[in-house]
């Protein structure tokens, strides 16, 4: 967009952000290791500037908020992590069984069928199955912020922002500083705004 200036490209940008956004999302469910975490972070960070970036030019509102709510969500697990609201144990318990449940359907796959150790693959598959979804259940339950940060696809849109939180507030406003931008987004009952403000500035 920024060597053609045509809108076309802009669109599939942020079509590619979401699309990256998920994927970083299943990505980042599966690490536990801090410099995995921080390497995730600072990619993710970048992401959303210039998914960000690419709304503002565009003024898609609907996508921005989108981008500002998820950057948002990062931030607090991060501070949920660091406030140790969010059980660790659990968290590392899930971890562990994916990569135990992905090293074992490796293996079956290459195992000879009928044989002592497939039945004793199936059988370990199927119970780290049903643990780690009792654990997913049981994180769900006792830390929802996580849960819906990582784990949960559904997410709040402009229209329930307006129909739910503003009806007793004048206006919801959101920041996200970039590394060369601070970018805003005022949403009001009749109408959004996303403005950009140079960093130094």
């Known amino acids: 967009y ?15 952000y979401k699309a990256a956004d998920q994927f970083l999302n299943k990505i980042k469910a599966e690490h536990s290791e801090t410099q995995s975490k921080l390497y995730w972070r600072d990619k993710t960070r970048r992401l959303y500037e210039h ?3 690419a709304c503002y030019i565009l003024n898609n ?6 981008f500002f709510e998820k950057s948002r969500a990062v931030l607090l697990n991060d501070e949920l992590n660091e406030q140790r609201w969010v059980g660790q144990d659990d968290i590392s318990q899930q971890v562990q069984l994916k990569k135990k449940i992905l090293k074992d359907q490796a293996e079956l796959d290459t195992a000879k069928t009928g044989s002592a150790r497939y039945a004793e693959l199936q059988n370990g598959l199927m119970i780290n199955k049903l643990e780690l979804e009792k654990i997913q259940k049981a994180i769900k339950v006792n830390n ?3 849960y819906q940060s990582f784990l949960d696809s559904s997410f709040i849109t402009l229209k329930d922002v307006k129909q739910n939180i503003l009806q007793n507030h004048q206006a919801l406003i959101e920041m996200f500083t970039g590394d060369s931008a601070v970018y805003t987004l005022v949403i009001t009952p009749q109408k959004t705004y996303i403005t950009q403000v140079n960093k130094t500035d």
Do not use: M, N, Q
């Open 51 to 53: 998914a960000i970036e």
């Open 2 to 16: 920024k060597y053609t200036k045509s809108k076309v490209f802009l669109k599939e940008a942020i079509r590619t």
């Open 61 to 66: 509102v609907e996508d921005a908020f989108y």
């Open 144 to 146: 929802p912020l996580y």
